[in-house]
């Protein structure tokens, strides 16, 4: 566990760099150069709607969010989770332009679609979190009184955790769907290439869950079991359930993070072996549906040995359960569909 890596100066030779300074002069600069390229190259400027998007994100991160989560003397600190989520999500990107190039899919079709499917999919899986964790999320005072300002900054920061997968695969596939059917291109053929990247970007994402503590197992015995320090997520949980006194070190528990990363590298591997199968080449939407079949299975047994999340309902099972359930048997439907289509 390794929450902070780093951190980043706030200033740079004497210049803010967050607030009104040179990260803001940074992106715009990015954003403007990208247009120059692409007009000089294909003399044509396209999607400036996702270009302005970007500016107005970027922009609202660095000036208001970044100053606030600075810590005094040190700067913005660089967290082990949103590192690797920046690292999974680049990843991704790259896995999708690779296997769009085989398709014949244009690239900055590619572009567009990754920026709208992230930018949701963060969305997605931060409201998911949100809504299952509200009370941890929300910020009273004494009185109990909803602090709103201090509510909304700890509802956007990302860094130290609070995503869930399924939230980002809901608000993915949804902004995909819209964006693809916008765009007229081919939705299943392109699901199909984004299903692996999405599988990699999880098995990435699951390490920094490990940096950041959360997503832990149930106590275990065995040779490979970790142990996590003291006021970590899975310590708090187990002086909270009583099963050991809070000046106590925290029992060893399952690595789950592990678990979910090494099954969603094994899952990538898979759809892209299944996606060069002529099988699968003739019924596009096929590694779509393989994806939600297998990943719910997956998601659904580890949850067995994870202890951070509470049955949901009175159904005995978790919420992320629940959804494997209903994911899982979407995908199974539309297997079993697409499977008796043999596209000319």
């Known amino acids: 566990m390794r929450q902070t890596l780093c951190y980043i100066p706030e200033t740079f030779f004497g210049l803010p760099l967050f607030g009104w300074g040179l990260g803001l002069a940074v992106l715009a600069a990015i954003v403007l150069l990208v247009h120059v390229y692409q ?14 998007a970007m500016l107005i994100i970027g922009g609202i991160l660095i000036v208001l969010v970044l100053p606030r989560i600075a810590e005094p003397q040190l700067g913005i600190p660089i967290r082990g989770y949103g ?21 014949n899919i244009p690239a900055e079709q590619i572009h567009s679609l990754a920026f709208w499917t992230i930018i949701v999919g963060i969305l997605g899986a931060r409201l998911f979190y ?8 929300l910020r009273f005072d004494p009185a109990g009184q909803l602090l709103l300002f201090e509510s909304l900054l700890s509802i956007v920061n990302l860094t130290q955790g609070g995503l869930t997968v399924f939230g980002s695969i809901l608000g ?14 081919p939705v299943f053929r392109t699901f199909d290439i984004m299903a692996p990247a999405a599988a990699l970007g999880i098995a990435i994402g699951r390490i920094g869950c490990l940096l950041n503590g959360c997503c832990f197992g149930g106590v275990s015995g065995s040779s490979w079991a970790i ?20 000046s106590a070190s925290a029992l060893p528990v399952h690595p789950t993070q592990i678990y979910s990363s090494g099954l969603a590298f094994l899952l990538c591997i898979t759809l892209l072996v299944l996606g060069r199968c002529r099988f699968y080449r003739e019924r596009p939407g096929l590694v779509l549906a393989s994806f939600m079949i297998l ?3 997956g998601r659904f047994m580890i ?16 919420i992320s359960q629940n959804v494997s359930i209903l994911f899982g048997l979407l995908g199974l439907a539309l297997f079993v569909y697409l499977a008796r289509i043999r596209r000319r």
């Open 227 to 246: 142990t996590f320090p003291p006021d970590s997520p899975a310590h708090r949980h187990q002086v909270f359930h009583e099963l050991i006194a809070e």
């Open 295 to 297: 990943y719910s299975s």
């Open 130 to 137: 949100v809504t299952e964790y509200w009370q941890e999320i």
């Open 172 to 185: 993915g596939i949804l902004a995909a769907s819209i964006f693809m059917l916008r765009t007229g291109m």
């Open 83 to 103: 590192l690797c989520l920046v690292v999974a999500i680049c990843f991704s990107f790259g896995l999708v332009l690779l296997l769009g190039k085989r398709q």
């Open 39 to 52: 007009y000089f190259k294909h003399r044509t400027i396209s999607d400036v709607g996702s270009s302005i």
């Open 303 to 318: 949850e067995f040995v994870r202890t951070d999340e509470d049955a949901f309902f009175g159904t005995g099972l978790t």
